[in-house]
């Protein structure tokens, strides 16, 4: 079978390891379900089945030929878990894969066995749709994908990442101007007219681990406490990095989510 859906003429990529209680592993924006391969070692070493996919417009999955909204992300979900017959699986997400997550929980409350929030808001940042009109309007241009990288590596990593740089940061460029200018864009721009959650925060029924960094600053810890202090069921765990933590910090990040899913009650 190949390891592809099709919904609303696009293609989602996904891909499944291990053996054990499922775990949904979900990328933030401009990354790909590599971004995930320390983490799913970790996982299926603790006895995990981890399913993972590229988000529409990224990777091997296809840009769709128009605008969509958040909601149709949502719907992909939904469309994944169902294909692959899931029953209360853990969610695992960052940045965008973190609004994902959350949106999913509350959309389906009884159908979330926990969540793990890394790197999220509840809500879009006002500049997001700013941002996204701009991108989309240059997407085209030569050697926009490269520019982007340039302008946003400050703000997805640690002034010591960045400094350190060597493989870690040369595999996330590589990773990165890889992908298309037009999925990003478009992503960007369903993202930022999300439905704020912040007052359904309460709504989730899972046990929540919100896994924060110190020095996000895309969302730094104020927006990881209103997470975790709306959330009834929330842990807060902040690391000492940038936005991206899994990248920055993979052996704390798989610790932290490790000790979180050994906390939790069976599965059953």
Not at 49 to 70: E, K, N, T
Not at 85 to 99: A, D, I, N, T
Not at 100 to 129: K, Q
């Amino acid at each position: 079978m190949s390891p592809t859906l099709k919904r609303d003429e696009v293609e989602l990529y996904w891909s499944a390891e291990g053996d054990g209680d499922p775990v949904i592993a979900i990328p933030g924006l401009s990354y790909t379900i590599a971004t995930w391969d320390a983490l799913v070692e970790a996982l299926v070493g603790a006895g995990h089945r981890v399913y993972r996919f590229d988000l529409r417009g990224h990777g091997r999955s296809s840009v769709p030929a128009q605008p969509y909204s958040f909601s149709d992300v949502l719907a992909d979900l939904e469309a994944l878990v169902g294909e692959w017959k899931l029953e209360r699986p853990v969610l695992c997400g960052l940045s965008v894969g973190s609004f994902l997550s959350l949106a999913y929980a509350i959309e389906h409350p009884g159908d979330v066995r926990a969540l793990v929030l890394a790197s999220g808001s509840p809500a879009a940042r006002p500049e997001d749709a700013t941002l996204a009109a701009q991108l989309l309007a240059g997407a085209e241009e030569s050697g926009a994908i490269e520019g982007w990288w340039e302008a946003l590596t400050p703000v997805l990593y640690s002034e010591a990442h960045r400094s350190r740089g060597g493989e870690p940061l040369a595999r996330a460029r590589r990773e990165f101007v890889a992908q298309s200018p037009l999925g990003i864009a478009q992503m960007l721009e369903a993202v930022a007219n999300r439905e704020d959650l912040s007052g359904r925060l309460a709504e989730v029924a899972a046990p929540t681990l919100v896994l924060g960094a110190e020095e996000d600053a895309l969302f730094p810890p104020p927006i990881q406490r209103q997470l975790a202090d709306g959330i009834p069921e929330a842990t807060l765990t902040l690391l000492e990095c940038g936005h991206v933590s899994n990248e920055e910090l993979p052996d704390e990040f798989n610790a932290a989510v490790l000790g979180f899913l050994a906390s939790l009650p069976p599965a059953g």
